[in-house]
C-alpha cells in the first residue's frame, strides 16, 4: 500500500511525495525531548526545534477536531478600528508563528516529517515569513485584515485535509511504524534482563567535532558506525558485551551523531563511567581523531529516573529510566526522521539466546513479571 510521505528537497522546500510502505524506514529523534515530564535531558538548541515540531503536532490534533471560529474581525468598542478575535486554538498558533518556526523547514532539510507537520508547512510555508514579520511589527488595519483572512483559511483547508480519509490511513501508518520499532526494541532489553537478572547499562553519545561537519557525509558517518559496532558486539572495545541499541540522528547544530544504549554482564563488570571513557575513546580513535563523545553516567544525578549503571530486574526506578530513555530513542519518527538514502538508522545487537528452562527458577519470578510491564510502558 501506498501512503504519502512529506519530504524536503535539498533546496529545503517542503514536496509530496508517494512512498511505498515496504521500504526501509529511517527513524530520528532529538535527545533532548523528553516524554512524560521527565527530566531526562536538557534541551540544547536542536531539541528546542523539536520541541517546537512536537507543539505543531500537537495544535494540529486541536485544529482537526474543533467546529469554533478560529479567527474573525470585529469591530473595537469605539467602532472607530478594528480588533482580531481569536479562539484559543487561534492564539495558540499566533504564539508559535512568534518562535520563529518559519526556519524549521530549513533547519530539518535532510529530515521527513509527521503527516500533520508535514501539511502544517505544506499549507502555511510560503506566508510565515510575511505573517511572522506583520505580527511582530504591528499591523495596519487593511493588514490585520488580510492576515486574519489568509489564518483563517488556511486552518479550513487544515482540517478540511486532516477529516479526510487517505490522510488518517497516512497518519495510522506512520504511528504504527513507530509503535513498531518501540515493540521490537522493547522485546530485545526484556530478552537481555531475562537471560541476566543484573545488567551493567552503559549510554553515550558519539558525535563529530565542529570543523568536520561538513566533511561527515551519510556514507562516511556510517563507515566509522560499523566499524564501532563491529568492534562493540566483538568486545574488542569493552569485555562481555551482552547487547547494545543504536540509534543515528542528524542535526543543525552537531551534524551527524549517535546515541548508544549498551548492556554489559554485570557480574563482571560495575564500573560504568570508566567503561563508558574506554568506549568513548575508541570512537575518537576509529574516526581519525574527527569524533567525540559525552559520557552519560556523569550526569546520572540529572536524571529523575536513572536507568544508567547497575540496574537489577527487580529495580523499578531504574527500569522506568531504561523505558524513557529506549522510548524518546526510538520513538522519533513520530516527529522527524532523517533521510539516509535507506540506511538503517536503528541498529540493535542479536537476540540473545534464552537459557535452558531445565535449570532452576529465578527466585523471585514477579520481578521480571514486572519488569516486562515496566519496559513495555505499563506502569
Not at 505544506?122 to 493588514?143: P, Y
Not at 542528524?250 to 567503561?275: C, K, M, P
Not at 581523531?289 to 559525552?294: A, L, S
Request: aromatic share 10%; net charge positive; with cysteine.
Amino acid at each position: 500500500m501506498n501512503i504519502l510521505t512529506p519530504i524536503t528537497s535539498q533546496q529545503g522546500v517542503i514536496e509530496m511525495k508517494i512512498k511505498d510502505q515496504s521500504e526501509d524506514e529511517a527513524i530520528y529523534y532529538k535527545n533532548s525531548l523528553t516524554f512524560d515530564g521527565s527530566n531526562l535531558i536538557e534541551l540544547h538548541s536542536d531539541g528546542n526545534f523539536i520541541k517546537l515540531i512536537k507543539e505543531i503536532d500537537d495544535l494540529m490534533k486541536e485544529i482537526a477536531i474543533s467546529n469554533e471560529v478560529h479567527f474573525d474581525i470585529t469591530d473595537a468598542k469605539n467602532n472607530r478600528s478594528k480588533k482580531a478575535k481569536c479562539s484559543s486554538v487561534g492564539d495558540k498558533l499566533i504564539e508559535l508563528i512568534r518562535k520563529n518556526i518559519r526556519l524549521i523547514p530549513t533547519y530539518f532539510c535532510k529530515h521527513s516529517t509527521s503527516p500533520r507537520v508535514y501539511l502544517f508547512f505544506r499549507i502555511l510555508r510560503r506566508r510565515l515569513e510575511a505573517i511572522t514579520s506583520a505580527i511582530k511589527s504591528g499591523l495596519t488595519i487593511d493588514e490585520l485584515s488580510k492576515i486574519t483572512f489568509i489564518l483563517a483559511r488556511a486552518l479550513h483547508w487544515m482540517q478540511y485535509v486532516m477529516r479526510h480519509a487517505k490522510f488518517k490511513r497516512a497518519v495510522r501508518s506512520h504511528e504504527n511504524t513507530s509503535q513498531q520499532n518501540l515493540r521490537s526494541v522493547v522485546k530485545y532489553i526484556i530478552a537481555l534482563f531475562e537471560k541476566h537478572s543484573r545488567l551493567l547499562i552503559l549510554r553515550i553519545d558519539l558525535y563529530f567535532l565542529k570543523k568536520y561537519y561538513e566533511s561527515i557525509t551519510p556514507q562516511l558517518n556510517r563507515v566509522y558506525l560499523d566499524k564501532f559496532l563491529r568492534a562493540l558486539s566483538e568486545n574488542r572495545i569493552v569485555p562481555d558485551v551482552v547487547g547494545y541499541i543504536s540509534t543515528t540522528e542528524f542535526g543543525y547544530i552537531r551534524g551527524f551523531h549517535q546515541h548508544v544504549f549498551i548492556a554489559l554482564n554485570s557480574n563482571e563488570h560495575q564500573r560504568d563511567i570508566f567503561l563508558t571513557e574506554e568506549i568513548g575513546k575508541y570512537w575518537t580513535n576509529c574516526t581519525d581523531q574527527k569524533g567525540n563523545y559525552n559520557n552519560c553516567a556523569k550526569r546520572k544525578d540529572e536524571y529523575k529516573y536513572c536507568g544508567v549503571g547497575m540496574v537489577h530486574v527487580s529495580e523499578t526506578d531504574k527500569l522506568k529510566g531504561i523505558r524513557l530513555a529506549i522510548a524518546y530513542m526510538v520513538k522519533g519518527d513520530y516527529y522527524v526522521k532523517t533521510l539516509l538514502e535507506k540506511q538503517r538508522t536503528l541498529r540493535k545487537g542479536v537476540m540473545p539466546k534464552m537459557k535452558n528452562k531445565m535449570g532452576a527458577p529465578r527466585k523471585n519470578p514477579e520481578d521480571t513479571a514486572n519488569m516486562c510491564l515496566i519496559l513495555q510502558g505499563k506502569f
